[in-house]
């Protein structure tokens, strides 16, 4: 699967810019500031029916205009196109047919993005960790996107409810039994679809890892969750008080953390930049690899500031790496000059495109 070109109205600092792309090696080149990260935004937001940058629409909007449009045309002989005007009207088409769910579109254009924002992954809060294995997971299995908007809905109308009774003994056992029913079950699937996932995760992560760092270093990913299969609806009854008083349910995989390590520790304690970095790099090539596996074609890979705290050696092997006709469409981003020429001496056949305040021109 690869994308033959994009056409970007309105979209950040593009007004009108189109571009094709090789089907095999890409490599965008800018200042910073010129738009390549928005360039890549646009192919994702296609993909995904949203920006991998910016939490709201609306922010995607270039400043003096009131919406954007992204056409892509892709290797499968489909165009997908997606509109958004303010305040808030999204729109995604398939040929010219537009979803009546957007979530319909995901895993139609299965695609990796690595960029600048992804080592917060390592330094963040347990949030960011769930949003990028659920945004995975959703493309590689439709039944576990629907069970999952079904949990986020059935949590926020449990919490809803919690908020709005005045004391404990006010809160109708039948009512919030309703909602526990349904969440245990909820609970026990996602859980044990992630514990299975992660695991198989974990196989190849570890070879990934391994092939990229130069030193011996043991990387690996731990699935944490306060839910296991042998639960019933006692555990929310039991939680009941807390969450009252809390005003929001603490049993669930909502809860659920997956723990980033280096040689058995916390890589965001003891790991440098650049461990911290070759963690991510193989993170998310870790992930097209299981995409390309569970989905029985190869995703759109595209790697933003890529080379940024990795040394020479580091580098190398990573460009290496990219080379392996394994992967189909790469689309690379860097704003060192000099990386340019290393670019154009170690890989083959790529396509330069050049990129200066939101105008693109074509190598």
């Known amino acids: 699967m690869h994308i033959h070109k994009i056409k970007i109205n309105n979209f950040k600092n593009y007004i009108s810019s189109e571009v094709s792309f090789s089907e095999r090696i890409n490599f965008l080149y800018g200042k910073n500031g010129a738009g390549k990260t928005n360039l890549l935004d646009a192919i994702h937001f296609i993909s995904f029916g949203k920006s991998a940058i910016n939490k709201f629409d609306i922010d995607n909007v270039n400043h003096k205009k009131t919406l954007f449009t992204l056409e ?9 196109k997606c509109t958004y005007e303010k305040p ?25 993005f690595l960029n600048p924002y992804d080592i917060n992954l390592i330094r963040n809060y347990s949030a960011e960790r769930r949003k990028f294995f659920d945004q995975f997971f959703s493309q590689i299995d439709y039944e576990y996107l629907e069970k999952l908007l079904i949990y986020r809905r059935l949590l926020k109308q449990r919490n809803t409810y919690l908020k709005s009774v005045k004391s404990i003994e006010d809160i109708d056992k039948l009512h919030i039994k309703s909602y526990d029913d349904k969440l245990i079950e909820l609970n026990k699937f996602i859980n044990k679809f992630r514990k299975n996932a992660i695991q198989e995760f974990n196989v190849l992560f570890r070879k990934c890892s391994k092939d990229l760092n130069v030193d011996d270093l043991n990387y690996s990913i731990n ?27 603490s049993i669930g995989i909502h809860n659920d953390d997956y723990l980033f390590k280096m040689n058995n520790v916390l890589i965001k304690r003891t790991g440098s930049q650049g461990q911290q970095k070759t963690f991510i790099i193989s993170l998310k090539l870790t ?4 995409l390309k596996k569970k989905l029985s074609k190869s995703p759109i890979l595209m790697l933003d500031d890529v080379f940024h705290k990795l040394d020479d050696k580091k580098i190398k092997i990573l460009i290496e790496y990219l080379s392996d006709k394994k992967f189909s469409q790469v689309i690379i981003s860097d704003s060192i000059k000099e990386r340019l020429s290393l670019i154009r001496k170690n890989l083959k056949k790529i396509k330069i495109i050049q990129i200066d305040k939101g105008e693109i021109h074509e190598g």
């Open 287 to 290: 992930e097209y690899g299981m």
């Open 223 to 249: 699935y944490l969750s306060n839910i296991n299969q042998e639960m019933d609806t006692s555990i929310f009854d039991e939680s009941l008080e807390k969450d009252f008083f809390t005003k929001k349910t």
């Open 88 to 112: 808030n009207s999204k729109k995604i088409y398939e040929n010219n047919t537009k979803y009546d769910k957007i979530k319909k579109h995901i895993g139609k254009i299965p695609l990796v």
């Open 72 to 80: 892509g045309y892709y290797s499968n002989n489909h165009i997908y």
